[in-house]
């Protein structure tokens, strides 16, 4: 056999993600990010899944499609700021020798009527992302609080979330349709999705969820919602 893989999907995952600009950097900082995976013939049958409902949680395997670019041994993780290097093996950075994606995440539901739909909470992946692979989570196992956490010691500072009043409207309308809008955008702008840290309070950022691009400054350690279009 020769040393080289093919791997094809059993499914893409649908998120509110369409870029990869603001996707929290890992699973679980935004519980509401709903992803939805329907698998992929001949995947598709009830029996994959059998017993996998039982279990509250699952890693999975995917590809970091939207790398552009080469790999380096060496990446700058955003949590250092963005100017200390570390080992690209000692990061969990997409630009990899082999792209490979982990994600633990929510199991929040398994549809199995017309082929097979798995609805995940606190995705971190971008709308589409091929997924390679699902496996149980088991804690008794791979829950280990005893851990080193390296330079991702702890979770990273929070911003919080005000809203202009046109924003909140504009929300309030939209929950027809995703009922959870508000908290996600919380969640998200939490984070502090800002690409460098220019600190320029007038400086207005977009953030792109579902269809909607959430505009917001921010003004100290303050988020604010000025308006979603
Ligand atoms: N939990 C995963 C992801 C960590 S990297 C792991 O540890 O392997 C997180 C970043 O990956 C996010 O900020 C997002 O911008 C990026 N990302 C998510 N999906 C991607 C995709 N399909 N292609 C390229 N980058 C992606």
Redesign the pocket.
Known sequence: MPDVFSFSPIGHLA?P?P?????????SLAPHAMGNLRLLPPFDRPETVRGLEAFSHVW?T??????AGEWNPTVRP?RLGGNKRVGVFAS???FRPN??????VELAGIETVNGVVLHFRGV???N???VLDIKPYIPFVESLPQAQGGFVDGPPAQLSVAWSAPAQTTCDLARLKYPALHLLIEEVLAQD?RPAYADDPQRLYGVRLYEFDVKWRCNGTTAIVEALE
């Open positions: 998120t993600f870029d990869k600009f603001g996707i929290p950097r890992q699973p999975l995917f590809v970091f499609h939207q790398t955003p969990r950075a997409p792209p490979l994606g982990l994600s633990l971190d992946l971008v589409g992302t091929p999705p």
